[in-house]
């Protein structure tokens, strides 16, 4: 549980190497991959690092493709209004059976 706000990827930053946060800040995220990425390593430490040592390439596309799916469902019209009704994101994603968790499959 966090007891204040944080800055974007400064969980994050805790739990991926040096190399990987660059990449990220360089690699054409938006704010919402910085989010998944501190919430990935606030909630899924491990698996985050399981990620990050299969390279760039799968790293990316995991994030990305997450980053991808949670804007889409953030834009559309249903979030609008549940947002409007005081709904967090969060609460969003998960009302629209967003998965919001870390899979690493081997």
Known sequence: MLD???CPLE????????????????GGYTLR?????D????????ELKKLEAKGS???DL???????????ALNS???RQASLRGMSDSEILQN????MSLRITE
């Open 4 to 6: 204040r706000q944080t």
């Open 11 to 26: 969980i994050a930053r805790k739990v991926l190497k040096p190399e990987t946060i660059n990449d990220v800040r360089n």
């Open 33 to 37: 991959g910085y989010l998944i990425l």
């Open 39 to 46: 919430r990935w390593a606030l909630n899924s430490p491990e």
């Open 57 to 59: 390439i799968a790293f």
């Open 62 to 72: 995991k994030v990305f493709g997450q980053q991808q799916t949670e804007t889409r």
């Open 77 to 79: 019209e249903t979030a």
């Open 96 to 99: 629209m059976g967003i998965d």
